[in-house]
């Protein structure tokens, strides 16, 4: 959790501002009786970090503002945004860290995703970190946070506290083992939500070497509900990152842990697993989450693949309609076509079945965004994207074969780049 603040002076930042208008042939994604709108929108891409002796920052930013010329839906913001802030109050000792993570949740699964059935998800933690050095290489950590979960709608806000210890060996600069302790108690604004405690102790291991990056976490996690027993399960948060060669990386990861929808938002954020969090829920019922994925990049001159696949098995405690399996298939192509002109072709196949429901969803994703620097600084960008969605089965939640939709949207705006990278942050 501790974070070395000691290092040299380094800050980068890519962003693109854009405004501009779109339309959407089925705006309220229903199977018949479609209706079309034309919205005026607004969005920012930022990828920041920075380094220097007291300050450790980034951030992540994909946020989009929507204005529904004709009405059909209030405005609405968005997207996702995480970033993080660590201010050394005594470098490399004494560190005060702040986080935040913004995004989505859904408020039923079965039905299609929509401005009525989503509301914004946030969630927020600050807090101290301590570290000890012993000798050379050991080291001891000490950190605390209060964390703040809060739905736009929804009556699941709640407050986090949680303190947790590492004790450790670093043997290199490279590389570092650790034994870890965390207990947390969450608790919820309403009284209707029920409240929890969570513990659990890891071994972390982490490697930096020259061609393959492990960040792996072992233990176990211990849930107890009020009124209820203790629960337990095995804690695993294992992500390889292997250079393959100088154009060619692939990614493995797997995890099982116990979680909320606070915990799922994090680690769709944190990019660490393809497809990681899939279509959040909002529900206060915690739930078990397994994930294992897969993704191969290669970049090499003006062309760019990606390649990914995920399983991933959410089992709730109380909410077992809930419960699902999801199989994620991504695909990616860029492609500089000329000194100005860049294009980029995204799909996505997502299946999620729930099984204790009797219901099932096929969703598939497919964008293109081509962008053309017209100027140094400006440009203007066309996105054309295309979405279809098949349900099977009968659910508690839909009622039936809800749904299904297909959807056609395409966008046009101007827009402003700045930063260190001269190629633009492409959505």
């Known amino acids: 959790m501790a974070l070395v603040v000691g290092a040299p002076v380094q800050a980068e930042i890519s962003a693109s501002a854009e405004a501009g208008v779109g339309y959407s042939d089925n705006i309220t994604r229903v199977p018949t009786n479609e209706s079309s709108e034309t919205i005026g929108t607004v969005g920012l891409d930022l990828v920041w970090q920075e380094r220097t002796r007291r300050l450790r920052g980034n951030a992540v930013v994909d946020l989009s503002y929507f204005e529904y010329m004709d009405n059909t839906y209030d405005s609405e913001l968005t997207g996702t945004a995480n970033g993080m802030l660590a201010f050394g109050i005594v470098p490399e000792t004494l560190t005060w860290v702040v986080q935040d993570s913004f995004g989505q949740a859904q408020s039923d699964p079965f039905l299609a995703a929509t401005p009525d059935t989503r509301e914004d998800l946030n969630y927020f933690s600050t807090g101290p970190d301590l570290t000890l050095r012993f000798g050379s290489a050991g080291f001891g950590r000490l950190f605390g946070r209060w964390s703040s979960t809060t739905y736009e709608t929804s009556p699941f806000d709640a407050k986090r506290t949680t303190a947790g210890l590492s004790v450790g060996r670093r043997a290199s600069a490279r590389s570092e083992l650790s034994l870890n302790a965390i207990t947390e108690s969450i608790d919820f604004d309403d009284a209707d939500n029920t409240d929890y405690d969570r513990d659990s102790v890891f071994v972390g291991w982490q490697l930096d070497a020259a061609r393959t990056t492990i960040d792996a976490q072992l233990g176990y996690t211990w849930l107890k509900r009020d009124g209820d027993e203790k629960d337990g399960t095995a804690m695993v948060n294992v992500g390889v990152t292997r250079e393959i060669s100088a154009a060619s990386r692939l990614r493995l990861s797997v995890s099982q842990q116990l979680g ?3 915990d799922s938002l994090r680690s769709q954020l944190s990019g660490n697993v393809v497809g990681a969090a899939g279509q959040i829920t909002a529900t206060s019922d915690p739930f078990e989450s397994r994930v294992a994925s897969a993704e191969w990049m290669y970049s090499r001159g003006r062309s760019g693949f990606s390649l990914g696949v995920s399983r991933g098995k959410d089992q709730y405690e109380t909410l077992t309609q809930f419960d699902r399996t999801r199989l994620t298939y991504t695909a990616g192509l860029s492609r500089r076509l000329s000194p100005t002109l860049d294009f980029d072709l995204r799909a996505t196949l997502e299946n999620e079945d729930y099984a204790n429901s009797n219901a099932e969803t096929d969703e ?64």
């Open 364 to 427: 598939l994703r497919v964008s293109a965004t081509l962008n053309w620097r017209a100027w140094r600084r400006m440009g203007l960008r066309l996105l054309i994207e295309r979405y279809d969605r098949d349900a099977s089965g009968t659910s508690s939640g839909s009622g039936g074969r809800t749904g299904e939709f297909q959807e056609n949207r395409a966008f046009l705006t101007l827009a402003y780049h700045w930063g260190s990278a001269e190629a633009p942050v492409i959505r």
């Open 260 to 262: 909320d929808a606070g």
